[in-house]
């Protein structure tokens, strides 16, 4: 029996949503919304009375930091990530804390008290480090109960749904599935084609043209709002740590007193300058400083692949178009979306892109693959050598650990990005001057290596806070 390969679209990797972490905002955000629509479907929504939320393992031990608490109570609301005012986020969450009741799906109103009815359990579940279960009370006072996992980059699965037979679940199959870089590779070589090219004709399968365009416009747009916003918003970030914000500092001495009206016009000044190899060094920092800082500030960023790791990708495709391209464009943007999210869904398939589960190799050195990939395809690359790139740039951050201080996305999450970032920019360049087709190390066996090192690697070291950085740096000393 031929085995089936699950299909994960760009737009899986790629998700709008609001920080600072994927799997413990916006994972228990889309859970808590998914609750709402298991008890609409039973019709046992209006028999509600109470709820109770407990959050287990790496949830409740960096859960405050991460907001979680903040998300569930945005998904029970209704509330959708992508698309809700988030400068209304605080004063909602504010409201019902202070009146201890809550708008279920913004349809009818019952008690809901966040300091008790949200439960923070140290201990871990055996299916995932990031569990979180759904209890709520009927009118007849019997209970519904629901479990879920935020497995990282905002996806959300079921235990029963990963333990099933395979023949019970149903992928959507793409016309040339793809499970390892070797398949990807193969399709390329049999049709002549670059891996964008490949990648958009499976993404074809599931959305129309326009559709496709439209989502990555979209995409593109908050990519680049988050990195603009970042630069011109100075102060400090959140959460005790009282981390000064730096992209803003860094940016005013960048711009050299260039002339811009918006985030399209800023784009032009950019370009407009003479940058040496240091200031480039520095806009490609500032850029994902910059998105980070915003992510750490609860706005609203791109998932790519995680929250964590959502400045890389954008501050490389930015690169691209101020430094390497100044006649880029959208369809440029949108083959280093494609092969960007296509070299992540490989990781996704064969090891892991939550940092609960591999530690930050799992966010940062994925979203530095993916970055490597994408723009090695727009420098001319060959699709051996944007798999060398997405390789190398993995490979200089296997073991990666994840110890944010305070549990915040903040120290070192913020400056990761940018390390993240300038290895993916030095990546292509290796793999544009290597020779591809005899590369000693296949991203597969990279990928491979990724996952075995994610699961000797200590608890302590996967998004705990209980080791490295968070134990060693007290929040007092910042």
């Not at 599935?177 to 004709?201: H, N, R, Y």
């Not at 910059?290 to 890389?312: D, F, K, M, W, Y």
């Not at 092969?339 to 090891?351: I, P, T, Y």
């Not at 994610?454 to 998004?463: F, G, I, L, W």
């Amino acid at each position: 029996m031929n085995k089936q390969i699950e299909s994960i679209s760009v737009f899986d990797m790629l998700k709008i949503g609001v920080g600072p972490s994927s799997s413990h905002t916006l994972g228990p955000w889309r859970a808590a919304k998914r609750f709402i629509k298991k008890l609409k479907d039973t019709n046992k929504f209006e028999m509600v009375s109470t709820i109770k939320v407990d959050l287990y393992g790496s949830l409740s031990l960096t859960g405050k930091g991460h907001a979680t608490d903040v998300a569930v109570i945005m998904g029970l609301t209704g509330a959708d990530p992508q698309t809700c005012n988030i400068d209304e986020i605080p004063t909602t969450v504010d409201h019902i804390k202070l009146f201890r009741r809550l708008d279920l799906d913004g349809e009818f109103t019952f008690d809901f008290n966040p300091e008790e009815d949200i439960v923070f359990n140290r201990k871990f579940l055996p299916f995932h480090p990031n569990g979180i279960r759904f209890t709520a009370t009927l009118t007849n006072d019997k209970k519904v109960r629901e479990k879920y996992y935020s497995i990282g980059g905002g996806f959300v699965v079921q235990e029963e749904r990963k333990r099933a037979e395979r023949k019970k679940i149903e992928f959507e199959c793409f016309p040339r599935p793809v499970e390892k870089a070797t398949d990807l590779l193969k399709f390329c070589k049999q049709e002549g084609k670059p891996i964008s090219q490949i990648v958009l004709e499976n993404e074809l399968y599931l959305h129309t043209e326009e559709e496709i365009n439209e989502r990555f416009k979209q995409i593109w747009d908050v990519m680049l709002d988050s990195m603009y916003i970042g630069c011109h918003t100075e102060g400090t970030l959140p959460g005790g740590l009282n981390v000064r914000r730096r992209a803003y500092d860094s940016h005013l001495k960048l711009q050299k007193n260039t002339n811009y009206t918006d985030k399209y016009e800023w784009i032009k000044a950019i370009r407009s300058q003479e940058v040496r190899f240091r200031e480039i060094l520095k806009w490609v920092s500032c850029f994902a400083l910059a998105v980070n800082e915003v992510n750490a500030s609860l706005g609203r960023v791109v998932t790519a692949p995680t929250n964590g790791s959502a400045g890389v990708i954008p501050s490389v495709l930015m690169y691209y178009i101020v430094i390497e391209n100044h006649d880029a464009n959208f369809e440029d943007i949108k083959r280093f979306l494609l092969v960007a999210g296509e070299v992540g869904s490989l990781f996704k398939k064969g090891a892991t892109i939550s940092a609960a589960m591999g530690g930050c190799q799992a966010e940062i050195g994925v979203s530095s693959a993916m970055a490597a990939a994408g723009l090695t395809e727009l420098m001319g690359g060959s699709p051996e050598q944007v798999l060398m790139a997405a390789e190398i740039a993995m490979e200089h951050h296997l073991g990666l650990t994840c110890d944010p201080i305070g549990g915040l996305v903040q120290i070192p999450c913020i400056e990761r990005n940018a390390m993240g970032a300038i290895k993916a920019i030095n990546a292509c360049e290796m793999a544009l001057d290597g020779d591809a087709a005899n590369a000693k190390v296949p991203l597969d066996k990279v990928i491979d290596t990724m996952w075995q090192t994610a699961q000797d690697m200590n608890t302590k070291y996967k998004e705990t806070s209980e080791g490295g950085l968070a134990i060693n740096v007290a929040m007092a000393d910042c």
